[in-house]
């Protein structure tokens, strides 16, 4: 049986015996957009950290608790220069003792799940020439659901 709606965010999957229609299929669209036109890749960072925080699966758990760090530091304005340059010895893979990525084990997850208002399938709807205010839109209301689930510290 061909699920309904994502496993990890509960975005809806329109009936995908007419293509891929996941969320990795979501994902590759807005990476394609950002390959095919540069500018759209100033939300890069953005739209790489919202889709991985909806399906924490990707992430152990020291890795999600990163990432949403991440999310606030971003969505209160700095940039990733200034994130990059704070952070650099901390996350160095050579010195830094957790992992971003999950291991059998330690897979990121959020208990009880969030209900997610906004997901990768809503930027890809609203459509390319709304790209980059889609994804701002997204990590915004990423960050209310987050707070109304009690997840956001």
């Given at each position: ?53 909806q399906h ?30 704070r ?26 799940p ?32 987050l ?7």
């Amino acid at each position: 049986m061909i699920p309904t709606t994502c496993s990890h965010c509960g975005a809806p999957l329109p009936d995908q015996t007419q293509g891929e229609n996941t969320c990795d299929a979501y994902l590759h669209q807005m990476l394609f957009w950002e390959q095919e036109t540069p500018i759209l890749g100033v939300v890069h960072h953005l739209m790489v950290l919202c889709y991985h925080l909806q399906h924490p699966h990707h992430y152990s758990t020291a890795g999600l608790a990163h990432a949403k760090t991440l999310l606030k530091s971003f969505l209160a304005g700095e940039s990733t220069e200034t994130i990059r340059r704070r952070q650099r010895e901390a996350v160095n893979s050579s010195k830094r003792r957790w992992t971003v990525t999950a291991r059998a084990g330690d897979e990121g997850r959020y208990d009880p799940p969030v209900a997610w208002s906004y997901r990768a399938a809503d930027v890809v709807a609203a459509g390319k020439e709304a790209y980059i205010a889609s994804v701002r839109a997204w990590a915004a209301a990423l960050q209310d659901d987050l707070h109304t689930s009690g997840h956001w510290e």
